[in-house]
């Protein structure tokens, strides 16, 4: 009877290991979104939320655009669809800028850090992808609101699609000795839902 109970036992096991046994599937390779260049991977201490969303911190300026009149640090925080053309949190991001003392954040400060910002990223990145983005025709226009700034971004998103973009990006200067900007970004209208997830990340203005 033992030599059966050890039989059964033993056929047992291995039929629960063959169940377990797992399948392989080869999926096609796809090619990764190519990211800004040079990050660090380092905490983030400007924008812990949402934890989720993968971050990033590069410092200022940026290898993609060395002319950029500001010293600092970025960090940025990307929508799980932020490389996705077909998701609706496409390049949907957060991001906030630190600046070294000595660095005032007015209107004029901003369009020009933010111009000369994404004109180089424009530029170097598609240039990577073999996309075409002339950094002449990128525009940037900012109108003040109560609390900061609305702007609006013209160019050619430069990572997934090599197509024109229209970016809107609400903007929340901070003064102080280290002065601060946060922001989001997003090609959605104002009134997407996708903006309100973003604004839940931002401080609230005094």
Known sequence: MKGKVWLLAA???????AQEEPTVTQEPASPDPVDPPVTEA?????LTKPAGWRGERIALPPEFAPELPFKGVE??????GMFDPQASDFFSYLFAFSLEPGHALNKASIQELLSVYYRGLCDTVAADNEFDCDPE???LTITTVLGGYLAELNW???????KPQTLYLELLPIPGERPLLY?????????????RILRRYLPTPE
């Open 137 to 139: 025709q990128v525009s």
């Open 183 to 195: 922001g989001a970004a997003s090609p959605q209208d104002l009134n997407h839902e996708q903006w």
């Open 11 to 17: 056929l047992f096991s291995v039929s629960v290991l």
């Open 42 to 46: 380092v905490a983030m201490t400007l």
């Open 75 to 80: 960090e940025m925080r990307f929508a799980p």
């Open 156 to 162: 050619v998103e430069p990572f997934v699609t090599g």
